[in-house]
């Protein structure tokens, strides 16, 4: 049972290039979110999508940032013109849709990120 | 500020007990998570607690949660070098979002 797959895991682009960063959910989970995370900083939240719907994109930079999760294929977070600020660790994560069940936890499991360099 | 806040940095010795703490302030959470980030790797979910209870045991980790207060701890018994990593506090709100902490750098030494 394969878990979240992301890639890909190591990603170089120069200025103004675009990135395109994929995320595969664990088998039967329906729900994505998007994290970043800046060398020596926390995890900051981006973006949540359910299957063709963004839920929650509190998180997103306002330009040149998106995000889409088709009803077949992976999620796909884009930066279109990539800056060196952008260079960080973006992690995927996937939860099924039980998220109201007391017993459940409803846990996220992460993929193991994709290292975007800007150059 | 931040809505999860953690102390980020901590350092023990081999064999002692770590204690990480972590600050919430979404009193709606449903539940709180701890995750362990080694260097270079993925979160990995070490546990979580359900926020109708107050202590959650599993093997060497013991999590306390203080509603009242908003305050979560992670307790590691018999701290060994390989707990070395970055430990996450997690808060999962009634809409399914989850917000994390900038994380503590646990740093074991023999």
């Known amino acids: 049972n394969a878990g979240v797959m992301q890639n890909p895991r190591h990603l170089v682009r120069r200025r103004g290039q675009e990135a395109r960063l994929r995320c595969s959910p664990m088998?039967?989970?329906?729900?994505v979110y998007w994290y970043r995370q800046l060398p020596e900083e926390g995890l900051k939240f981006m973006v949540y999508l359910q299957k063709e719907n963004i839920i929650d994109e509190s998180g997103m930079p306002k330009e040149r940032f998106s995000a889409e999760f088709p009803k077949e294929g992976p999620s796909i977070l884009r930066i279109q013109q990539v800056v060196r600020g952008d260079s960080a660790a973006y992690f995927c994560?996937?939860?099924?849709?039980?998220?109201?069940?007391?017993?459940?936890?409803?846990?996220?499991?992460f993929g193991e990120g994709s290292w975007l360099t800007v150059v | 500020g931040e809505d999860v806040e953690q102390s980020l940095f901590l350092s023990v010795r081999e064999g002692d007990s770590s204690v990480i703490n972590c600050t919430y302030t979404?009193?709606?959470?449903?539940?709180l998570y701890w995750y362990k980030q080694e260097p270079g790797a993925g979160l990995q979910l070490l546990t979580y607690i359900f926020s109708n209870m107050d202590m959650k045991q599993d093997q060497r980790l013991t999590v306390l949660l203080n509603k009242k207060d908003k305050h979560l701890s992670l307790r590691i018994a018999d701290t060994q070098t390989g707990d070395s990593a970055i430990y996450f506090c997690?808060?999962?709100?009634?809409?399914?979002?989850?917000?994390f902490g900038a994380g503590t750098r646990l740093t074991v030494k023999p």
């Open positions: 088998k039967g989970h329906s729900h």
């Open positions: 997690a808060e999962r709100g009634v809409n399914n979002d989850m917000r």
């Open positions: 979404d009193s709606s959470s449903t539940y």
């Open positions: 994560a996937s939860s099924d849709n039980n998220h109201r069940g007391q017993g459940s936890g409803n846990t996220i499991y």
